[in-house]
């Protein structure tokens, strides 16, 4: 926790939180567990516990912790020398939310929102970059003719290249590949969330909100194809959850006005990506940034907050 008592991050928060601006931040995380993933060569890497509960600390000593349906009107409401408001997320069918993340976010007091697909409920189904991560882990030569071409993809970043690449295959394509990728790797790398598991979530107050059953890019679906991935799936978390979903975090972190508009015909108050912007009250609550967390230390990450903030009030 060396980084995290640097007087720079801690000063410029007090400082931010004496505007009276009406902002708010959300954080995206995926999987928390030991040990730590390479996130040169993880294309996913899973945070460690302790890191995660440092940087959960010290968020909650300088935000007030929202769930993401929230956000918005927090920020709205904020007042001349209150905290900011800060959502904790969490992306994708995960079998560690329930085993590793919520256990600790219950100890901490902190509420968050988990964005599940529902893929996983009944068995496993995994998606391309896990197949993909495991079979490289398992031993599969990165320029193996199974996948698609790419510049250098032995070096640092290739299987970020790699991924990027059987993203851009067609979807028959993508999961026939992901297919072979797992029975290359002795099997699915990932359980996922069974419905016990989505229901002890919610049952222990955590915010369930959707993150599509198919997890396509959004902005390349056609109009038909697009509402479709907007409703497919959801009815089954909100039977779990006994209520509607009515927050999305965007398949990639990728959204645009178009997949905005059509959310909110679906009936979405709020949509999160992946830009890493604070929110403002005169934004569109369907388009709400998320920044990433820290893989070096808490106070690493405070301080990424603190500058996106105080950059947000230049602009």
Not at 67 to 96: H, I, K, M, N, Q
Not at 273 to 288: C, H, K, N, Q, Y
Request: charged content about 25%.
């Amino acid at each position: 926790m060396r980084h995290a008592r640097r007087p720079g991050a801690a000063a410029l928060a007090v400082a931010l939180r004496a505007s009276d601006r009406r902002a708010g931040l959300a954080l995206c995380y995926h999987r928390v567990r030991d040990p730590m993933g390479r996130p040169g060569w993880a294309l996913v890497p899973a945070l460690g516990t302790r890191l995660f509960a440092d940087q959960v600390r010290l968020l909650k000593a300088r935000y007030r912790l929202v769930r993401a349906r929230d956000l918005a009107e927090a920020a709205a409401t904020r007042r001349r020398g209150e905290r900011f408001p800060l959502a904790v997320t969490f992306d994708d069918d995960l079998s560690s939310h329930a085993a590793v993340t919520a256990p600790l976010l219950r100890s901490l007091g902190v509420p968050a929102t988990f964005f599940l697909g529902g893929a996983a409920l009944d068995r496993p189904r995994p998606f391309f970059w896990e197949a993909l991560q495991a079979a490289l882990d398992a031993g599969l030569a990165p320029d193996d003719t199974l996948l698609p071409a790419v510049d250098d993809p032995g070096g640092p970043g290739g299987p970020h290249r790699l991924a990027a690449a059987v993203r851009e295959l067609a979807p028959g394509e993508r999961e026939s590949l992901t297919e072979i990728l797992v029975e290359l790797a002795g099997g699915p790398p990932e359980p996922g969330l069974r419905r016990d598991a989505v229901r002890e979530l919610a049952g222990a107050g955590f915010e369930i909100a959707f993150h599509t059953r198919d997890h396509e890019a959004l902005d390349r679906l056609g109009d038909a194809e697009l509402d479709s991935a907007l409703r497919d799936g959801r009815e089954r978390l909100e039977e779990l959850t006994r209520g509607p979903l009515t927050t999305i975090a965007y398949p990639f972190g990728i959204g645009d006005e178009r997949v905005a508009g059509a959310a909110r015909t679906a009936g979405f108050a709020a949509g999160f990506t992946l830009e890493a912007r604070p929110f403002s009250v005169t934004g569109d609550p369907l388009l709400i940034g998320r920044y990433q967390p820290s893989f070096v230390s808490a106070g690493h990450l405070a301080t990424e907050l603190a500058r996106g903030l105080a950059r947000s009030f230049s602009a």
